[in-house]
């Protein structure tokens, strides 16, 4: 099938990988066009321009940054949204606020296109292997037409509700594992002091009811990390988390909701970002809040 794909970052370079070897044909766009660079090595096709990759594509994912990355990929002047898309299907897998579907839906709807949003959970790895969690909105016959691909990149993918139900689900799965990640820092802060090996503290953390699977997929790396410091390897950054966190409390604040603890998390990895932590794995909190625990002690 031909696919196009915009966004060829961490996550879009692992999705585009993954479909390449399942035998499609991707025709790509990146920004920084030297970041799809893997992808072209590996057969896909690179287009001048968003509008470029509409063109070529019957379906087109895109997976960027923030709402400001989407404005300039769909409405930019050479945007998705440009030319002639009648028919054409656009799938959003960008992590953004239900609103900021709901108004890019408003403007794919203008041109006859269809849209399904469909965030996802899971990091780089499981983006290579097939085996994210996918949560989409859109309606049923788009989410149809999606869902072949959507199959391909996900263990699961459920349809949640029209366009923006997607988006809301995955910040919700986001909101307790960016808590989880402060949490196990200050969990870990606690026995500083008892000389316990980290691999053995957080095996008995990863065995109890303080284990998560995030911790479950990460406890080996994170033992080193505790030991040695950040290792370069990054699935979701520090800096990511925040733009989420941030997403939460907006969206939070629009509906009238007070989210006391996501407040507190963000100004926790805020700090984390102004000690120069921001483009480390988000796991690495744990490591800079035992790192100050230690300067405490
Ligand atoms: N990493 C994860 O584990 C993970 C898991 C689930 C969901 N997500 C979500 O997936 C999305 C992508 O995450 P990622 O980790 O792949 O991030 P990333 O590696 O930083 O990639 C971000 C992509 O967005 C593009 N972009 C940013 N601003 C842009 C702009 N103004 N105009 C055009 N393109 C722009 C970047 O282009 P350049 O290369 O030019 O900068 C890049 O292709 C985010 O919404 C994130 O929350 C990530």
Redesign the pocket.
Known sequence: MDIGLI??????SAMGERLIDLGHHLTVW???AE?AKRLLERGATLASSPAGVARASEITLT????A??IE??YDGADGLLAGEVVGKLFVD????APETIRALSARVHAKKAALVEC??????GPAREGKLLGMAGGSAADFARARPVLDQLCRRVDLLGPNGAGSAMKLAINLPLAVYWEALGEAVSLVRDAGIAPEKMLEILADSSGGTNALRNRAAKLAVALKEGPRPEV??DID?MR??LRTMLEVGASMGLDLPVTAKTLECYDGAAQAGWGNKDASNLVVHRLAKAKAAG
Not at 7 to 12: P, Q, S
């Open positions: 966004g060829t970052g961490r996550m879009g990146n920004r920084t970041k997976i960027l940054t923030d400001k990355a300039a990929v897998m960008s992590t953004v965030p996802v959970g899971g990091t780089v699935g979701f990511g733009k989420d």
